[in-house]
């Protein structure tokens, strides 16, 4: 995560050259899993669309981003079959470890970041336009990568921490981590991951009592929480509040030549996804190709006079969206296919907080395109072959209390 993007391959390829290596040392075995399927297949549709792209070199490029989806998942997959349970267990709770520890660190950075620019405020270099805070959103974490994608990374672990919390000993440290991660989660202030987060506790906690206690009991709970959830909106800050205050409503300019002339985080990804659906249905089996993708968006941008998404070269900020555009419904399916193996194999093996962990993802990608960079690329190759080893295939593994 804290590596310049364009190291990412270089540190893949030295990753694949180490396995290559112990393999011929047999100090590991080659094996497969049907969960890696749907991976190799979205990399593959990536693949195949090169061939039917006019721009070449962009359709290089974007399908360097997209190498993950093929090689991770796999190494990973190699190194946990040879792995000790125990130490997949480490692995889970050092995830935890280093993203609550991050906080403070961040915090830390973004003193040291206003002290010396004599400001509380974080703003752009080019024009002065204030951001945020140095302590909130851009100017917290763009020094290192973008909110959105450390967002999605601290609310995944936050998630998994909770888990600890409720099945392990050690609860007052899980809790005091669960802590951190919240805070630099509600700091971040990305507006999709908070509220994904918020929804798939709900759903979670509405899921339970609705399984244990009477009809007239959850009706208690939930006023309970309405009436609790009201009282902690009216105490948050503006600074925060004006975040998802603006999303109320859904008018917006498609001509505006700037921001907030005529759009809201909502709106102006309604532009965005209006413009892209117009060359998905041009193209809505195979996609325009990898390489004409961002061309033809951009097009649409410019037909439907929307300035504003042409000037900032704006992707459709919706990765279900961005792969149709890409490659048709046949990489659709194959991106869905990720998501619904491991939705199955979570309720199979009743893995509750994977499936919790996996609808959060899943909900963050309807307004990012994640997948457009390697930071989200390396995420997603990531977490959930993590997630779907050693929290099912290695399910009769019980944690210690």
Not at 121 to 132: K, V
Not at 240 to 267: P, V
Request: proline share 3%; net charge positive; with cysteine.
């Amino acid at each position: 995560m804290i590596l310049p993007e364009n190291t990412t391959g270089l540190v893949l390829f030295l990753f694949l050259l180490t396995t290559i290596w112990l393999f011929i040392k047999k100090e590991i075995r080659f094996s497969f899993d049907p969960y890696l399927i749907p991976f190799i297949a979205l990399f593959s549709v990536y693949l195949i669309s090169v061939f039917y792209s006019e721009n070449i070199e962009e359709a290089k490029v974007k399908l360097s981003i997209k190498f993950p989806l093929l090689l991770l998942p796999i190494i990973l997959h190699i190194y946990i079959k040879n792995t000790d349970k125990n130490v997949l267990l480490k692995l889970m709770r050092n995830l935890v470890i280093l993203f609550a520890t991050s906080t403070p660190y961040f915090l830390l950075i973004a003193i040291y970041r206003s002290i010396k620019s004599k400001s509380l405020y974080y703003t752009y270099p080019e024009t002065g336009e204030i951001i945020s805070t140095y302590f909130t959103y851009v100017g917290l974490s763009e020094w290192v990568i973008h909110p959105a994608y450390l967002s999605i990374w601290v609310g995944s672990v936050f998630l998994l921490s909770i888990y600890f919390v409720l099945n392990n000993a050690k609860i007052i440290f899980y809790i005091i981590a669960s802590f951190s991660l919240f805070i630099i989660l509600i700091l971040l202030q990305s507006r999709m991951n908070i509220l994904a987060f918020f929804a798939v506790i709900l759903i979670t906690f509405v899921f339970y009592l609705f399984e244990k206690y009477s009809f007239k009991f959850n009706l208690f709970i939930l006023l309970g929480i309405a009436i609790v959830g009201t009282m902690i909106y009216r105490i948050v800050p503006e600074s925060i509040k004006g975040r998802f205050s603006d999303l109320s409503s859904l008018k917006y300019n498609i001509e505006a030549e700037t921001f907030h002339e005529g759009f809201n985080g909502i709106t102006i990804r309604l532009a965005e996804w209006k413009c892209a659906f117009q060359e998905i249905g041009k193209r809505p089996l195979f996609g325009s190709g990898i390489g004409d993708a961002r061309f033809d968006l951009e097009s649409s941008y410019l037909r439907n006079n929307f300035k504003y998404g042409y000037r900032e070269k704006f992707n459709a900020h919706n990765q279900f969206i961005e792969t149709t555009l890409a490659t048709g419904m046949v990489g659709l399916i194959a991106l869905l296919s990720i998501f619904g193996y491991s939705f199955l194999y979570s309720y199979k093996f009743k893995k509750l907080h994977t499936l919790v962990i996996m609808l959060y993802i899943f909900l963050c990608f309807f307004t990012e395109s994640y997948l457009e960079r390697q930071w989200g690329v390396v995420f997603f190759c990531f977490m959930i072959p993590i997630l779907l080893e050693s929290e099912i295939n290695l399910s009769i593994f019980k944690i210690k209390r």
